[in-house]
C-alpha cells in the first residue's frame, strides 16, 4: 500500500511526530511505500478561492501545494497528523487541507483510506471536539474510508504521551498490509 503522511508540526521531535513514528514503524513491518512530508519544511501558500482549478485542475499557485496533490492522488493511504493549536489544527496543515480544493473531484473519486493523529496538552472533554467533527465531515465528503484516529489528550510533551497512543499507532500502521507498492 502506498501511504502518505503529512506532519505538521513545527517540533521535529513533538508529540505528534512521535506517535506518527511509531505508526510508521508499524506501517513498515506491514511492507508498505511511505512517504513523509513535513509540511512546515515546505512553502504552501493559502487557496486564494479563484476558482482556476474549477475543483478538478492544478492550482495556479507556483508552491508546493501541487506536489503535494500530486502524491496524494498517487497514493491508497493518507495520514494528516497535527498537534492542536487553539482547538484546531496547525495551519499548516489546514492551509494543506484547503488547498484538496484544486484536486477536489479527483480525491473524491479516489475513496482514499485515512488515518487521523493529533496530539493536545489539554486532558478535557473539549479539546478534540472541533478537531474531531471537523474530520468526521472531511471524510465523509471526500468520501474517504477511515482506517484510524488517534486523538492524544494530555500529551503536551512526548513524555506526557500514554502508551496506549504509541500501541494503538503502531498497531494502526501494523493493520495496513501491504505487497512493497505493487499494485
Not at 74 to 88: I, M, R
Not at 146 to 164: N, T
Request: glycine share 8%; proline share 2%; hydrophobic share 40%.
Amino acid at each position: 500500500m502506498n501511504i502518505l503522511v503529512l506532519k505538521s508540526s513545527p517540533h521535529l521531535h513533538g508529540t505528534s511526530n512521535t506517535i506518527v513514528d511509531k505508526f510508521i514503524e508499524g506501517a513498515q513491518e506491514g511492507k508498505n511505500n511511505i512517504e513523509v512530508i513535513d509540511l512546515t519544511k515546505i512553502n504552501i501558500n493559502p487557496c486564494h478561492a479563484c476558482d482556476a482549478c474549477a475543483m478538478n485542475g492544478k492550482c495556479v499557485q507556483k508552491d508546493d501545494g501541487n506536489n503535494v496533490l500530486a502524491k496524494i492522488l498517487n497514493s491508497d493511504c493518507l495520514v494528516l497528523a497535527s498537534p492542536v493549536y487553539y482547538f484546531g489544527v496547525s495551519a499548516q496543515l489546514k492551509t494543506m487541507i484547503d488547498r484538496f480544493y484544486a484536486q477536489n473531484s479527483a480525491i473524491i473519486r479516489k475513496h482514499l483510506k485515512v488515518i487521523y493523529i493529533v496530539t493536545a496538552w489539554n486532558d478535557d472533554s473539549v479539546v478534540m471536539k472541533a478537531i474531531s467533527e471537523h474530520f468526521n465531515i472531511l471524510t465523509d465528503y471526500l468520501k474517504m474510508e477511515e482506517v484510524g484516529r488517534i486523538l492524544a489528550k494530555g500529551a503536551g510533551i512526548p513524555s506526557m504521551i500514554k502508551k496506549e497512543y504509541l500501541v494503538q499507532a503502531y498497531n494502526i500502521g501494523k493493520s495496513l498490509e501491504g505487497n512493497g507498492g505493487k499494485r
